[in-house]
């Protein structure tokens, strides 16, 4: 009779190889002789380095540097060459080769163990058959996956998602994306650029609804000039595509699509080439084993030291998009070093009840760009969202028309606002439109992090001739 294969121990234990989990067990064994592992179904690095964040914003950057040069007397810029662009973009992606992830890990003294990670029980995880033990903690990082919406014919159409929409190999000549968030947006930015004819089926009456209405008209309008077709108040019913063909990852997925839009004066009907689904994500914890732990399937509480709620112990966590909170790669590592330090402090019997040990900034600090043109940069709350939650707020706003704005740009138009809580005179939310803002947020980020006083902003004095001269601007118009 054969003997059963021992499981293997590790310390810690991370389901989820994206930034989120490379984050939580390099700090969970950082400066110790802990053991970790990391079980990866697909490539170490995760979403974020091959199909997010950094192939968009290598698709964005040169549709938004040939914009700045056609609006700067003197360069000639004639277009985009879209061979190189999608060279530049697989270069960055590293061909979707994981290695030097892999050799990072190594060099940390992470295992890496590939295939589908399920937990099995208390500090248990299963991967293809293979048992693994944790000593301390098990850390779910699996994220999120598209949604695709039950609209008749839909997933029988094969449309892109955002993966294929990042690392498109071929430009569709119409594109349809349904949808009005983030992905949505810029999508549809990168799209134009590449020469592609966009519209957009916005199901609500904005983009980006979550944002200052400013901003959220201001993207539009910015689409719409690079004449892409935004439509509000519009989804799709049916869709058919009777040449369907599984192509690959961005590749065309066969022949035409044609899709019904229905909208509240009645439907009509657009043929296009490709359509993207930006509809939303679900949590990949479909195959996770939530069951063996107590928890239901879906999306993983926790609580500010990213324990998951209703597992007693002290061994389970979840960070990143798992566990519902913010659905941004930044956030996600921010979270991933609060649960690193919580679980090596555990570890070694060492108190945690300081503010390093509690994530804090995924309440209401949360900074986010999104990389349209213009650009839109928000922290904090929104003057709706600060209302809502029972501030009295004061507003300040104006446009960004500085020396340092004119000089980086002819025609440059931005706009900025700031909430601020009266109580306490400190920022509560800051949002900035306009080109390459995102630049500007970290300083408000610092505003409303460390509840800087506005009168102490007075002596953060901006250098002269740059756009950050706006915050001055700001504080001038609050003094009135």
């Not at 063909?245 to 065309?252: C, K, P, Q, S």
């Not at 296009?272 to 195959?287: F, K, L, S, Y």
């Amino acid at each position: 009779m054969n003997s059963p294969v021992p499981a293997a121990e590790y310390d810690v234990i991370v389901i989820g190889g994206g930034p989120a989990g490379e984050n939580a067990a390099a700090y969970a064994i950082a400066n110790s002789d802990r053991t970790a592992a990391i079980v990866e179904r697909e490539l170490v690095g995760g979403e974020c380095s091959y199909w997010a964040c950094i192939p968009s914003k290598a698709l964005l950057r040169p549709g938004h540097l040939l914009a700045a040069a056609r609006h700067m007397p003197g360069i000639t810029a004639d277009g985009l060459d879209v061979e190189a662009v999608l060279r530049r973009r697989d270069e960055f992606v590293h061909d979707h080769d994981d290695s030097s992830q892999v050799a990072w890990a190594r060099d940390n003294r992470i295992d890496v163990v590939r295939g589908t990670g399920r937990l099995a029980g208390e500090r248990l995880v299963e991967v293809d058959g293979r048992l693994l033990r944790a000593g301390h903690a098990v850390v779910v990082a699996t994220g999120t996956g598209a949604n695709i919406p039950d609209t008749p014919g839909l997933r029988d159409a094969l449309p892109w998602t955002s993966r294929d929409a990042t690392n498109l190999h071929e430009v569709p000549d119409r594109v349809l994306i349904v949808g009005g968030g983030v992905v949505a947006s810029e999508a549809a930015t990168w799209l134009a650029a590449l020469g592609a004819r966009v519209i957009v089926s916005v199901r609500g009456d904005a983009l980006l609804g979550a944002v200052e209405p400013f901003a959220r008209e201001r993207v539009a309008e910015g689409l719409m000039a690079a004449g892409v077709d935004v439509r509000f108040g519009v989804a799709p019913v049916r869709v058919s595509r009777p040449d369907v063909a599984d192509t690959g990852e961005g590749r065309i997925h066969g022949g035409p699509v044609t899709v019904e839009l229905r909208d509240k004066t009645g439907t009509s009907v657009v043929e296009v080439d490709e359509i993207v689904v930006a509809a939303g994500r679900t949590p990949a914890t479909a195959d996770l084993g939530l069951a063996a732990v107590g928890l239901p399937d879906g999306y993983i509480e926790v609580d500010d030291r990213l324990g998951a709620r209703g597992v007693p112990g002290d061994w389970l966590y979840a960070v990143g998009d798992v566990n519902h909170r913010v659905a941004l790669t930044h956030m996600g590592k921010y979270q991933g070093r609060v649960c690193g330090d919580v679980i090596a402090a555990r570890a070694e019997g060492r108190p945690i009840d300081g503010p390093r040990f509690a994530a804090s900034a995924d309440h209401a600090q949360v900074p986010q760009v999104v990389f349209t043109a213009p650009e839109v940069a928000a922290v904090g709350l929104s003057e709706e969202a600060a209302r809502r939650a029972g501030y009295a707020v004061d507003t300040v706003e104006l446009d960004i028309a500085v020396a340092g704005s004119s000089l980086a740009r002819d025609d440059y138009a931005g706009h900025a606002k700031l909430v601020i809580d009266t109580a306490t005179d400190t920022l509560l939310g800051a949002t900035f439109v306009g080109p390459e803002v995102g630049e500007q947020l970290h300083a408000a980020t610092i505003a409303i992090v460390g509840a800087v006083p506005l009168a102490t902003l007075w002596h953060a004095v901006p250098a002269f001739p740059a756009v950050s001269e706006f915050w001055l601007r700001l504080l001038e118009a609050r003094r009135g």
